[in-house]
């Protein structure tokens, strides 16, 4: 069964730092591309950052100074550290697991984690 278990979410102070955490089961973790979106109110769930298995990085432009994904394969775990956060960065944030295309499947999703930036 696969399962995507996101964490660290919370309440933030503009100009605060968060890290997310996402801990993944059920399917080969090394092997996937791992990716955050986010949504907010009213709005479409976008792209974050996303991280391949070979550790090449992605992100969505504005977003790059102040956001960092990793993944540590050894605990199928992938992290998005985001710092100088700001009021516009309030969203629900979903870790996501794309495959890579020589075996095709499903890609999963997590439950995601609020994020609030608020003073």
């Known amino acids: 069964q696969v399962q995507l278990v996101e964490s660290g979410g919370g309440s933030v102070q503009p100009g605060g730092s968060l890290t997310l955490s996402c801990e993944a089961s059920?399917?080969?973790?090394?092997?996937?591309?791992m990716g955050w979106y986010r949504q907010a109110p009213g709005m479409e769930r976008e792209l974050v950052a996303s991280?391949?298995?070979?550790?090449?990085?992605n992100y969505k432009n504005s977003l790059k100074d102040r956001f960092t994904i990793s993944r540590v394969n050894a605990q199928n775990t992938v992290y998005l550290k985001m710092d100088s956060l700001r009021p516009d960065d309030t969203a629900v944030y979903y870790c996501?697991?794309?495959?890579?295309?020589?075996?095709?499947?499903?890609?999963?999703w997590g439950q995601g984690t609020q994020v609030t930036v608020s003073s």
């Open positions: 996501h697991a794309d495959p890579p295309n020589y075996i095709g499947g499903d890609d999963y």
């Open positions: 991280i391949t298995s070979n550790f090449i990085t």
């Open positions: 059920g399917f080969t973790f090394s092997i996937y591309t």
